[in-house]
Antibody, heavy 115, light 107 residues
Framework: QVQLVQSGSELREPGASVKVSCKTS????????VNWVRQAPGQGLEWMGY????????FYAQGFLGRFVFSMDTAVSTTHLHFSSLQAEDTATYYC????????WGQGTLVTVSS | DIQMTQSPSAMSASVGDRVTITCRAS??????LIWFQQKPGKVPKRLIY???TLQSGVPSRFSGSGFGTEFTLTISSLQPEDFATYYC?????????FGQGTKLEIQ
């Protein structure tokens, strides 16, 4: 069955960087873009952008330009979210979700930024 | 960008009640709208897509309607497991945008 499995929780100090992975299975990886969604503690869902897994081209929502980078490794059907210069406000759960139908989702990755 | 205004932001209701949640788009999105349910600590779950198509396995007490700019999610008879937060998402054009969420609590 179609699955998206994300990497585990991360704890980073302010100013550091982190990479979150989303490994897909059960379908042709290059056929469906992958979305990234952020949810800060106690807050709503925020669409960050997506990566076109056929071309590798990424689209970022306005609030995620600059420090956030989506990448992919077609050989292992995996997309990555990399972000740098971490701030406390980046503490959140980050989700990946398959294509514009948002089904299924990864299980989420909690990134905690704290000194 | 298309703004999604969801209302109410929170509400309380009782088991058996009929509940309606509304999402309004700042411009027409045809029927490119998805409804999600999220319980605390859990992954959002897709309930309805294309504004009114029920996801397989979702109880029939959930229904969606609307086209263009006004959309509703209706729960015909609330069950204890329905107390959660609900979100709409427009996937008509980039950037995709979520509504602010509706927290449905037990009265």
């Amino acid at each position: 069955q179609v699955q998206l499995v994300q990497s585990g929780s991360e704890l980073r100090e302010p100013g550091a960087s982190v990479k979150v992975s989303c490994k897909t299975s059960g379908y042709n990886f290059t056929d469906s873009p992958v979305n990234w969604v952020r949810q800060a503690p106690g807050q709503g869902l925020e669409w960050m952008g997506y990566i076109n897994t056929k071309t590798g081209k990424a689209f970022y929502a306005q609030g995620f330009l600059g420090r956030f980078v989506f990448s992919m490794d077609t050989a292992v059907s995996t997309t990555h979210l990399h972000f740098s210069s971490l701030q406390a406000e980046d503490t959140a759960t980050y989700y990946c979700a398959k294509d514009s139908w948002f089904d299924p989702w990864g299980q989420g990755t909690l990134v905690t930024v704290s000194s | 960008d298309i703004q999604m205004t969801q209302s109410p932001s929170a509400m309380s209701a009782s088991v058996g009640d009929r509940v309606t949640i509304t999402c309004r788009a700042s411009q027409g999105i045809y029927n490119h709208l998805i409804w999600f349910q999220q319980k605390p600590g859990k992954v959002p779950k897709r309930l309805i897509y294309l504004a009114s198509t029920l996801q397989s396995g979702v109880p029939s007490r959930f229904s969606g309607s609307g086209f263009g700019t006004e959309f509703t999610l209706t729960i015909s008879s609330l069950q204890p497991e329905d107390f959660a937060t609900y979100y709409c998402l427009q996937q008509m054009s980039y950037p995709y945008t979520f509504g602010q969420g509706t927290k449905l609590e037990i009265q």
